[in-house]
T-cell receptor
Framework: QQQVKQSPQSLIVQKGGISIINCAYE??????FPWYQQFPGKGPALLIA?????SEKKEGRFTISFNKSAKQFSLHIMDSQPGDSATYFC????????????FGGGTRVLVKP | DAGITQSPRHKVTETGTPVTLRCHQT?????MYWYRQDPGHGLRLIHY???????DKGEVSDGYSVSRSKTEDFLLTLESATSSQTSVYFC??????????????FGDGTRLSIL
């Protein structure tokens, strides 16, 4: 049973456009929601993270929106650049339970110049 | 880099053979994790460690064992490799400050092929 569902599986966006990736979770005990960016041949790298007491968090061109009642959260990449082409993973964990991450299935983003 | 080294980076082996993957960290972090990455599944937790000699199972632990005899090393062993264990394996580390765990940082992975 996949506790974190991520969509879409892939995404093509023009340079300067907005990329939006959505995730939904089932376990209401999750209290930490990070997003990871992964380039081919590399491990995932933490991009941005949010806690459920905050509805939005912005870091540069990356914004997380969080809807606790709907059990959904999303990543927006503003002014997308070719260098943003990568696979993005949402994840969730329970901090008091060893911070074990449950990942979504991933979204491959291609930014066309 | 977060001071994580995985070895080997690539390995090809045959069904039924034992395989050990190593994760070495230089950050003195308390927590260490092993994940496997397969298309469409994201990363799934195999085992994790919350201290020397303290380990626990993750979501997909069947067929895997781990050991942590010192803070810096976390070993993942496939006792008798099967083709279903062909995957990319990632190690991650995480520190701990008070009641708050720090984010996980990942190594660059080991690509394991079992023929």
């Amino acid at each position: 049973q996949q506790q974190v569902k991520q969509s879409p599986q892939s995404l093509i966006v023009q340079k300067g456009g907005i990329s939006i990736i959505n995730c939904a979770y089932e376990n209401t005990a999750f209290d930490y929601f990070p997003w990871y960016q992964q380039f081919p041949g590399k491990g995932p790298a933490l991009l941005i993270a949010i806690r459920p007491d905050v509805s939005e968090k912005k870091e540069g061109r990356f914004t997380i929106s969080f809807n606790k009642s709907a059990k959904q959260f999303s990543l927006h990449i503003m002014d997308s650049q070719p260098g943003d082409s990568a696979t993005y993973f949402c994840a969730a964990s329970i901090k008091a339970a060893g911070n074990k991450l449950t990942f979504g299935g991933g979204t491959r983003v291609l930014v066309k110049p | 880099d977060a001071g994580i080294t995985q070895s080997p980076r690539h390995k090809v082996t045959e069904t039924g053979t034992p395989v050990t993957l190593r994760c070495h960290q230089t950050e003195n972090h308390r927590y260490m994790y092993w994940y496997r990455q397969d298309p469409g599944h994201g990363l799934r937790l195999i085992h994790y460690s919350y201290g020397v000699k303290d380990t626990d199972k993750g979501e997909v632990s069947d067929g895997y064992s781990v050991s942590r005899s010192k803070t810096e090393d976390f070993l993942l062993t496939l006792e008798s490799a099967t083709s279903s264990q062909t995957s990319v394996y990632f190690c991650a580390i995480s520190g701990h400050t008070g009641e708050s765990n720090q984010p996980q940082h990942f190594g660059d992975g080991t690509r394991l092929s079992i023929l």
